[in-house]
């Protein structure tokens, strides 16, 4: 993904409102990127990488929308994989660490 410069189109598929006009398959887009997101976020050199594309901020935004629990679970796997509390010792993402109720609506 990163190799092939398909990067970019990640924050664009978190960012769109309707995917085709069927809000299913958009739902389906949102989950699959953020788990895309999440997956690529295990590498360690390729974490500045996600972080400078612009993704942090959609993903923060999205857990301030009404979501269902799987893509819930993918940002929020994401966003922690991101963190760079381990290196600096602060916590990026508060809304990760105080929002850890599973039980949202979707």
Excluded at 69 to 88: H, P, Q, Y
């Amino acid at each position: 993904i990163v190799v092939a410069g398909a990067l970019e189109l990640l924050p664009q598929i978190l960012r769109s409102k309707c995917v085709d006009g069927d809000m299913s398959l958009t739902r389906l887009a949102k989950e699959d990127a953020a788990s895309a997101v999440w997956q690529l976020a295990f590498k360690n050199h390729l974490r500045p990488i996600l972080r400078t594309a612009g993704l942090l901020e959609c993903l923060d935004d999205l857990l301030r929308e009404k979501i269902g629990d799987v893509l819930r679970k993918n940002i929020k796997g994401a966003l922690w994989m991101m963190e760079e509390k381990n290196v600096s010792g602060g916590n990026l993402h508060s809304s990760l660490a105080s929002s850890t109720d599973m039980s949202g609506a979707s």
